[in-house]
């Protein structure tokens, strides 16, 4: 088994679907149904656009995706795509002076289970509360509602941030030690962008991490006009449940592989599932309604 590597995505579905998890991550790698895959170039499009500022890089990139849709479903991605982008570069201006990382790559490994774990949050706010520093770990949503799988991915996001920063904090200071110098010239990675922001006091302390989702869509918002919602703080009290809930994912993950078994799991997001025509599951569901449908029709 090559993967050693767990994202959220991964872990979700996994845990929603053991066969679509075995074929998405095997020999259908990228398969996916007509609706995710446009949502898919959607957001991939407001993610590349919404990196640079350059009018005619963004037209190239607008018209690179467009193309890979029907014709009867460009007008409406356009629009989408516009409306975000557009909501994006309105927020992303008022951050002012704020320090902010573009697709920061958070990665830790554990030493338990010989997985690393993997996050990859669109942005990465540096601000202050009334406790000290904040990192605010931002991920862009093209809907306008919050749903329950975004506010697990944060957590996650946030659990990794975490980790990564507590590694570097050990690794700097114990180099620092043995060098017997001041831990200012051995920090590197994240930490060190922390350092540069706030100056040693994150070295000492726990530095909070808020956890942020910023919607672009014009669908449905509960949330009114308010585009950053904050879904609280990643609590380190949880860690260790947390990790615990992790690692019996990567658990089952390594026994699914070990014995080649990747039972199905029905549920409402079958009828959406690229891979349900050739799945037992999905036929016995089907069955299953059509004899209560007939039992419906003679009573």
């Known amino acids: 088994m090559a993967m050693r590597?767990?994202?959220h995505e991964r872990m979700e579905l996994f845990l929603r679907c053991q066969r679509k998890f075995r074929k998405t991550v095997g020999k259908h790698k990228g398969e996916v149904s007509k609706g995710d895959q446009v949502a898919a170039i959607i957001g991939k499009a407001v993610e590349l656009v919404t990196a640079t500022s350059d009018p005619k890089e963004r037209s190239i990139i607008i018209e690179a995706a467009l193309q890979q849709l029907p014709d009867e479903e460009q007008t409406?991605?356009?629009?989408?795509v516009e409306?975000?982008?557009?909501?994006?570069?309105e927020i992303r201006s008022d951050e002012q002076t704020a320090k902010v990382l573009t697709q920061y790559q958070f990665k830790w490994f554990d030493e338990v289970t010989g997985w690393s774990l993997m996050a990859l949050p669109d942005f990465v706010r540096f601000a202050r509360d009334a406790r000290g520093p904040v990192i605010q770990v931002?991920?862009?949503?093209?809907?306008?509602h919050i749903t329950n799988y975004q506010r697990r991915m944060l957590h996650f996001f946030g659990f990794v941030v975490a980790k990564q920063l507590d590694e570097e904090k050990r690794a700097a200071i114990a180099e620092a030690q043995r060098l017997d110098i001041h831990p200012t010239y051995t920090v590197s990675g994240f930490l060190a962008e922390l350092v540069n922001e706030f100056g040693l006091e994150v070295l000492y302390s726990n530095t909070s991490i808020e956890l942020v989702i910023r919607l672009l869509?014009?669908?449905?918002?509960?949330?009114?006009?308010?585009?950053?919602?904050?879904?609280g703080f990643h609590k380190r009290a949880r860690q260790w449940e947390q990790l615990a809930e992790i690692r019996e994912v990567i658990s089952g993950i390594q026994a699914a592989f070990d014995a080649d078994?990747?039972?199905?799991?029905?549920?409402?997001?079958?009828d959406r599932c690229p891979f349900k025509l050739d799945c037992p599951a999905y036929e016995a569901l089907l069955v299953a309604k059509r004899a209560e449908e007939a039992l419906a029709d003679t009573a």
């Open 76 to 80: 409406d991605a356009l629009r989408r």
């Open 5 to 7: 590597t767990l994202t």
């Open 138 to 144: 931002i991920d862009e949503k093209t809907a306008g």
């Open 217 to 231: 869509g014009d669908n449905d918002n509960p949330e009114g006009e308010q585009r950053e919602v904050s879904i």
């Open 83 to 89: 409306t975000c982008v557009s909501r994006s570069d």
């Open 261 to 270: 078994d990747f039972p199905a799991k029905t549920d409402w997001n079958c």
